[in-house]
């Protein structure tokens, strides 16, 4: 059973997380997940037909969805048929994980001990959660901050002025200094009388021999996870938002930004200050020319630059022709 290491949760029935909806079966809620990792008694959602195939491929009890896109799902799944699948979803797991929607302090925090972390090598004024685990040569700089639960493999390095939280780390992984790791996302549903927060129960991935320069910011899942494959290297200043996947070697230059949701692919590059939009799927082998707003699917073995981008070729051709 799935176990959310990082967020504490309520164990309640259906029935009581959506209380003016009849549930046909009111099952205990195990968790809340994506429709592609959802299994029995765990709620889901879908809120755009983008997700067509995994819906129709779905294990999960209840999906929160719309009138227009209840189809989609299969016959044995009970439908919640809503408005708004992002409020109610934001209203669910409030319920469930009602700690989630806040980056509250860590209250846990201590000086380390050296006889518990005997082959670590800390800096100055470190600060430790409970339950944290580091790996065998692994190196903390100074004035960082490990929140609880926090994992971090053998031979690492992590800079000064560093804060880690919600996040699993591989082996060898490099964080130069004052990255910020594993916060809540931008995650909000805007109503005219208030605004409502949208709880992040997900965590960062960092794979083994993943480098992160100096000043990134790296949110953690709304409900699935943030990762960052093995090998991949990231310069100054990257915002990778919420939920957004990065595959293996991809370089990506300063100051680019990962909308929420964007799935990167193996051996990408991206050019620096390009910016990425949600829900965007980018193929393998792709290469993104510095300045570049990509705003629409990229497809395996594709260059392209410009905003919108288009294919390099096009992209030179139409800058020779304006002169």
């Known amino acids: 059973m799935h ?5 504490k949760k309520k164990n309640i029935k259906a029935q009581f997380a959506f209380p003016n909806i009849k549930i046909k079966k009111n099952f205990l809620i195990n968790d809340v997940k994506s429709l592609d990792r959802a299994m029995i008694n765990d709620v889901t ?3 755009s037909i983008k997700y067509a195939l995994s819906a129709k491929k779905t294990k999960g009890s209840l999906c929160i969805t719309t009138k227009k896109l209840q189809h989609l799902l299969p016959d044995n799944i009970e439908k919640l048929i809503v408005e708004n699948v ?4 934001a209203k669910v797991l409030k319920k469930i994980y009602p700690s989630a929607d806040i980056d509250y ?4 925090l201590q000086k380390p001990s050296i006889r518990k972390y005997n082959s670590v090598k800390f800096g100055n004024n470190v600060l430790v959660g409970k ?4 790996g065998k040569n692994t190196i903390i700089g100074t004035n ?5 639960d926090v994992n971090i493999g053998k031979d690492c390095v992590v800079g000064s002025n560093v804060i880690i939280k919600n996040a699993l780390i591989g082996d060898r992984v490099v964080l130069q200094d004052n990255c910020k790791i594993g916060q809540k996302g931008f995650g909000f549903i805007p109503l005219n009388e208030k605004n409502i927060k949208f709880p992040h129960i997900g965590k960062v991935l960092i794979k083994n021999d993943v480098e992160i320069a100096s000043g990134c910011t790296i949110d953690r899942g709304s409900v699935d996870d943030t990762c960052i494959g093995k090998n991949s290297y990231l310069d100054n200043q990257v915002h990778v938002a919420h939920n957004v996947k990065i595959g293996e070697n991809c370089m990506i230059a300063g100051q680019v930004g990962f909308a929420g949701s964007s799935s990167i692919g193996n051996n990408v590059s991206i050019g620096g200050q390009s910016g990425i939009s949600g829900h965007l799927k980018i193929g393998n082998n792709v290469k993104i020319g510095g300045g570049s707003g990509v705003v629409k699917d990229i497809q395996d073995n594709s260059i392209v630059m410009g905003y919108p981008t288009v294919s390099l070729k096009d992209f030179i051709k139409k800058n020779k022709s304006d002169k």
């Open 3 to 7: 176990k959310n290491i990082f967020f």
């Open 45 to 47: 959602f879908l809120d």
């Open 86 to 89: 992002l409020l109610e979803l």
């Open 105 to 108: 302090p860590d209250f846990s």
């Open 131 to 134: 339950n944290v685990k580091l």
């Open 144 to 148: 960082t901050i490990i929140e609880h």
